[in-house]
């Protein structure tokens, strides 16, 4: 049980049959676009949103391996008609976006509590080889409806992780990915590429970020070393938001051939549910955790960390504010990463 460092991805993911629920969102993207390098049998996009499956075909159009399925984790019989067939699952289906959680808190509890109890039943139901939940900083200490509904999610997988061996079950826990759906980066590029100006919340708020492609291989990794019921929170590093505008501003201003100096920068106070800072881990939860070099673990077994000593426990939680900060420069650096002219 003290080897989370090792291990194959082929032996995972070569020849294998994955489902990807919220399949056509960014995170299901990217690890379709992950996944394809490891040669799976098929990979499913199910999704209950028609327009994105048919955008998601035209991306991945030259795949045969990929599947198109419409339907909604809500739908109990909907997911059996799906999961029977599939050997991995990335539960990535969720309703994401705090205002609207805050305005409609049962549409989120339907999704993101019931939705992945069906998820979790059907999983078992057909004996699914591993089923990976995607949560977020959002879930730790939640003053939100969408964070308390994924906290609840993560607690029905933790729950049934020590009901059954089959599926090996494990949650994958991150910030925020730059450029992503409903990402402050899109609504910084909309609002340059309008004039201006952009509007921030709290220019002190901090949030953890990282890029598509390196949440996604992160995500792999932590899907072939679960055991059973773990917590992999991703090592991520942090942005000012205040910083993240005005590099946000610079980049693209010179992306889109716009005067920086017409660009005004307008804070507006922050919005309900938002905190001033993110945690991706508590410090109760620290105190069970093991440190990898791209993770901390938290193992809700406590006794199977006797064999990894070798590792060094965290001392408190994990805070955005507390966490190594991006400059401006590296923040257009990455930037640069996810815009080609």
Request: hydrophobic residues 40%.
């Given at each position: 049980?003290n080897?989370?460092?090792?291990?194959d991805?082929?032996?995972?993911?070569?020849?294998?049959?994955?489902?990807?629920?919220?399949g056509?969102?960014?995170?299901?993207?990217?690890?379709?676009?992950?996944?394809?390098?490891?040669?799976?049998?098929?990979?499913?996009?199910?999704?209950n949103?028609?327009?994105?499956?048919?955008?998601?075909?035209?991306?991945?159009?030259?795949?045969?391996?990929?599947?198109y399925?419409?339907?909604?984790?809500?739908?109990?019989?909907?997911?059996?008609?799906v999961?029977?067939?599939?050997?991995?699952?990335?539960?990535?289906?969720?309703?994401?976006?705090?205002?609207?959680?805050?305005?409609?808190?049962?549409?989120?509890?339907?999704?993101?509590?019931?939705?992945t109890?069906n998820?979790?039943?059907?999983?078992?139901?057909?004996?699914?080889?591993?089923?990976?939940?995607?949560?977020?900083?959002?879930a730790?200490?939640?003053?939100?409806?969408?964070?308390?509904?994924?906290?609840?999610?993560?607690?029905?997988?933790?729950?049934?992780?020590?009901?059954?061996?089959?599926?090996?079950f494990?949650?994958?826990?991150?910030?925020?990915?730059?450029?992503?759906?409903?990402?402050?980066?899109?609504?910084?590029?909309?609002?340059?590429k309008?004039g201006?100006?952009?509007?921030?919340?709290?220019?002190?708020?901090?949030r953890?970020?990282?890029?598509?492609?390196?949440?996604?291989?992160?995500?792999?990794?932590?899907?072939?070393?679960?055991?059973?019921?773990?917590?992999f929170?991703?090592?991520?590093?942090?942005?000012?938001?205040g910083?993240?505008?005005?590099?946000?501003?610079?980049?693209?201003?010179?992306?889109?051939?716009?005067?920086?100096?017409?660009?005004k920068?307008?804070?507006?106070?922050?919005?309900?549910?938002?905190?001033?800072?993110?945690?991706?881990?508590?410090?109760?939860?620290?105190?069970?955790?093991?440190?990898?070099?791209?993770?901390?673990?938290?193992?809700?077994?406590?006794?199977?960390?006797?064999?990894?000593?070798?590792?060094?426990?965290i001392?408190?939680?994990?805070?955005?504010?507390?966490?190594?900060?991006?400059?401006?420069?590296?923040?257009i650096?990455?930037?640069?990463?996810?815009?080609?002219?």
């Amino acid at each position: 049980m003290n080897d989370y460092v090792s291990g194959d991805y082929n032996s995972i993911f070569n020849e294998a049959k994955i489902l990807i629920t919220g399949g056509t969102g960014s995170i299901g993207l990217e690890l379709t676009k992950a996944l394809l390098s490891h040669k799976p049998r098929s990979i499913c996009l199910f999704s209950n949103d028609e327009n994105s499956l048919f955008e998601a075909r035209m991306i991945f159009s030259k795949y045969k391996e990929v599947i198109y399925k419409l339907g909604d984790v809500r739908d109990a019989k909907s997911v059996e008609r799906v999961i029977k067939d599939y050997d991995i699952v990335f539960h990535a289906a969720a309703l994401k976006h705090v205002t609207f959680c805050e305005e409609n808190p049962y549409e989120a509890i339907s999704t993101n509590i019931l939705g992945t109890q069906n998820m979790i039943d059907c999983a078992i139901k057909y004996g699914i080889e591993k089923f990976v939940f995607i949560s977020t900083d959002k879930a730790v200490n939640p003053i939100s409806v969408m964070g308390a509904t994924k906290l609840l999610g993560e607690k029905l997988v933790i729950s049934a992780s020590k009901l059954t061996n089959k599926p090996i079950f494990s949650i994958v826990r991150f910030g925020n990915v730059l450029a992503s759906r409903g990402s402050v980066v899109l609504i910084f590029e909309r609002q340059v590429k309008e004039g201006g100006p952009i509007t921030v919340t709290n220019p002190e708020m901090t949030r953890f970020v990282m890029l598509p492609s390196e949440a996604a291989q992160l995500v792999l990794r932590a899907a072939e070393l679960a055991k059973s019921g773990e917590i992999f929170v991703l090592k991520m590093r942090a942005v000012k938001v205040g910083v993240l505008a005005e590099a946000c501003k610079e980049f693209f201003c010179k992306f889109y051939g716009k005067d920086e100096r017409t660009i005004k920068i307008v804070e507006i106070g922050s919005n309900v549910g938002e905190k001033l800072h993110e945690e991706l881990m508590t410090a109760s939860e620290a105190l069970n955790s093991i440190e990898t070099e791209h993770f901390y673990i938290i193992n809700p077994h406590p006794e199977r960390l006797m064999s990894s000593q070798q590792y060094p426990t965290i001392e408190g939680g994990y805070s955005s504010d507390k966490a190594p900060s991006l400059s401006k420069e590296e923040i257009i650096a990455l930037l640069s990463r996810l815009y080609t002219p």
